[in-house]
């Protein structure tokens, strides 16, 4: 298991909209993020998702991290994309970045850091029992006008066990 856990905005921002912060806190302890993405969540305008992320830093569950990232160029990656897979390089045991964007995955991974997005997030929370059902939860997130690919929440469903795989029949 990863001692650090990492994240860039879009999982906090998707996890705000169907008040699924607090599962943080269940599946991983205390999730860290750098200061560029914390101002990116906060920008002091009033909105529902900073509300969520307030509290959920006032749970303990959400921290910035203070930590000294690595130097590597990571050229390409919005800020806080670069500043989470920096301070995971940094830092000398495993750590797991939550990150939804396709490029930030691809050199978080290359880089050989586990990653996990909103849609692996909430199969989690499945697993554990923190919700009833995982395809109700896509239906609210969809509903917010967050948006993660149809593919993406299948195979989601399907680790979970929402939908079955397609599996061909063999006769003998």
């Known amino acids: 298991m990863a001692r ?3 994240t860039d905005a879009s999982p906090l921002i998707g996890l705000a909209r ?20 914390r101002r990116e969540v906060l920008p002091n305008r009033g909105l529902r998702d900073e509300t969520a992320i307030l509290a959920a830093e006032a749970a303990g569950c959400l921290k910035q991290t203070d930590a000294t990232p690595s130097a590597v160029v990571l050229p390409d990656l919005d800020e806080g994309e670069a500043a989470c897979i920096r301070v995971a390089l940094a830092h000398p045991g495993p750590s797991l970045v939550l990150m939804d964007e396709r490029a ?10 586990a990653v996990a997005g909103t849609a692996a997030i909430i199969g989690m929370a499945k697993t554990r029992g923190l919700i009833g059902s995982a395809r109700a939860v896509f239906a609210r997130l969809h509903g ?3 948006r993660i690919s149809a593919q993406v929440i299948e195979t989601a469903l399907r680790r979970v066990g929402e939908i079955e795989s397609n599996r ?5």
Request: charged share 15%; glycine share 12%.
């Open 104 to 113: 930030g995955r691809a050199v978080a991974m290359e880089h050989g850091l």
């Open 18 to 37: 169907i008040d699924g912060l607090p599962w943080l806190g269940e599946l991983f302890g205390v999730v860290w993020m750098p200061p560029t993405v």
């Open 4 to 6: 650090l856990v990492l």
């Open 168 to 172: 061909c029949a063999t006769r003998d």
């Open 144 to 146: 917010s006008d967050f």
